[in-house]
């Protein structure tokens, strides 16, 4: 019998490891959180014990969801079993006076304390010996999250398995839409819009239709409509470029008098210099808003201009000044549209980071950039698709503004089609492609 250990940043990439050195009957026989990661024992040629009889494979998912199902329901003892500790200490300390300067302790809840009568001195000390260590608790967090991941990976190689077994058209048309990029819950959706349909070349263009029509754009484009329009997002998505894209598009249309350019950018290098030479070309204003200043007294000037765009600056999720410049454009006083612009060459978790990071300021949509420089586009696609949120423009080139176009639902689709894989997906892309369909919440395959 052959162990070994494999060490990743998440259990998901460690099973990816044992699957590539050791192969499918691999046998995971341990699992521990260790610093930067998790650490996975795995065995080959594993013999069970002769007192544990081997569940038949037919029956081995039906094992799998039980066992996922119980993690569900530790999960839940597991929260109310905090919330029941947040309430003994709630009744422990109650009626005791607050004094200020005293700092939170870590069992003491964040929410407004409830007020009862105060506890009998006997029953305090069995109590507070009884809490329970945040570390242990941590811990089980993680295990049960190991447990979670693990089941998921697994389950999604038996259903991809039993696919290609009883329905192989239909396991095609999901390794088809796994090469343009396509997320395991969207390509999910779509293959149930076309059950009735056997023939592969008309089910692949239904396919194509139906993500044609899920693909939302504006009715109107954002700058005919005019008003405050805002581009948000991380550093090197285009923001600046895109902004003097449309500053360009709208002076040759309707001249430099009705158009304003507003920089929040004061962190990055160069960045007001760059919109002050725009406007300088353009002959448009430029004002540029310092942190901690009022964008509203900011914007009071430029009510008149049916179009002011504003720049914005690219920082970390983790920056308290990336919390302030969103708030500000989520003041009622601004009214502002706020777009989230997009690079296509992005990976998914980036592209997924950038939309929880930037969405509390109120998202109108999305801004495609980069098109010319991109392998896939299924990534962007699906999050867009996802969470609603329309496609403004796209952006396929340096020159303004030349390379900035509006969105065309097929032609979309026919690009992400161009630029699809042209290798087919591995069956480890494929079982990913069923673990996220399991860890969404409608787990039902097909």
């Known amino acids: 019998m052959q162990v070994k250990r494999f060490f990743a940043a998440d259990m998901r990439q460690a ?119 945040p570390r242990a608790l941590d811990s089980m967090r993680f295990e049960l999250n190991s447990l979670r991941e693990l089941m998921e990976v697994q389950l999604g190689t038996l259903a991809w398995n039993q696919l290609q077994g009883s329905r192989p058209a239909q396991a095609n048309l999901y390794r088809r839409l796994q090469r343009i990029g396509l997320s395991g819950p969207l390509s999910r959706d779509l293959l149930a819009m076309i059950t009735d349909i056997e023939e592969p070349r008309q089910a692949w263009r239904m396919l194509l239709a139906h993500l044609a029509r899920m693909i939302a754009i504006p009715e109107v484009e954002p700058l005919e409509e005019g008003g405050v329009i805002a581009m948000v997002g991380p550093a090197g998505m285009g923001k600046t470029t895109t902004l ?26 160069g960045a007001q210099e760059q919109l002050k030479t725009l406007g300088r070309i353009l002959n448009v204003s430029v004002t540029h808003v310092d942190p901690g200043q009022s964008l509203v007294q900011a914007l009071d000037p430029l009510l008149r201009k049916r179009v002011v765009l504003i720049d914005t600056a690219g920082l970390q999720a983790s920056d308290p000044a990336l919390r302030m410049q969103l708030e500000s454009l989520a003041g009622r006083g601004i009214r502002s549209k706020n ?100 860890h969404s919440p409608t787990k039902q395959v097909g």
């Open 244 to 269: 003097a894209k449309l500053a360009a598009r709208y002076v040759l249309k309707y001249g430099a008098q009705n158009v304003a350019l507003v920089s929040m950018d004061s962190f990055r290098i």
């Open 15 to 133: 099973m990816k490891l044992v699957r590539d050195e050791l192969g499918a009957d691999a046998a995971i026989i341990g699992n521990r959180r260790i610093a930067g990661g998790v650490e996975l024992t795995a065995a080959l040629d594993y013999k069970l014990s002769a007192l544990a009889p081997r569940v038949p494979n037919m029956e081995l998912e039906d094992e799998l969801r039980k066992t996922q199902s119980r993690i569900v329901t530790a999960q839940a003892e597991l929260s109310l079993r905090g919330e029941a500790d947040g309430n003994t200490n709630r009744q422990l300390f109650a009626g005791l006076p607050l004094t200020a300067g005293l700092p939170l302790t870590a069992a003491e809840p964040l929410s407004e304390p409830t007020y009862a009568a105060p506890a009998r001195p006997a029953a305090v000390a069995p109590v507070a010996s009884a809490g329970v260590d």
């Open 339 to 438: 777009y989230l612009v997009l690079a296509t060459t992005s990976q998914k978790q980036v592209l997924t980071a950038a939309y929880h990071s930037y969405k509390r300021c109120g998202l109108a949509g999305c801004i495609l950039t980069k098109l010319d420089e991109t392998a896939s586009l299924g990534e962007v696609l699906s999050l867009a698709i996802s969470h609603e949120l329309p496609v403004a423009y796209l952006t396929d080139g340096p020159r303004i503004p030349d390379d900035l176009h509006l969105p065309r639902r097929h032609q979309l689709v026919s690009r992400a089609v161009s630029v699809q894989m042209q290798e087919e997906p591995s069956e480890e892309a494929m079982a990913d492609m069923f673990a996220d369909i399991y």
